[in-house]
C-alpha cells in the first residue's frame, strides 16, 4: 500500500511537470512562433536558402547572442 502511494505521487509529479512544459511550448508557439528554452532554440531548414553550406531538412540548434558579439562568417539563423 505504501508503495502506491509512492507510485502515485511520482506519477502525479511528472504528469505535473509534463503538462507544465506542453503549456509553456504552447505558448511560446503562439506568441513567437518558435520556442526559447534557456536561450536556445531548434529550427529546421524548409528551402534551399542556405545551401550548400546547410542541406535543405536539416535541424539547427541557435543560440541566443548578442549583436556585438556576431562576427564576419558566423552563420545566422
Partial sequence: MIGDKKIYIISSFFLAITASLC??????VISKGYVNIGGYSLFRVVTGSMEPTISTGSLLLCKETKIDQIEVGDIVC
Fill in 23 to 28: 503549456l509553456f511550448v504552447s505558448i511560446q
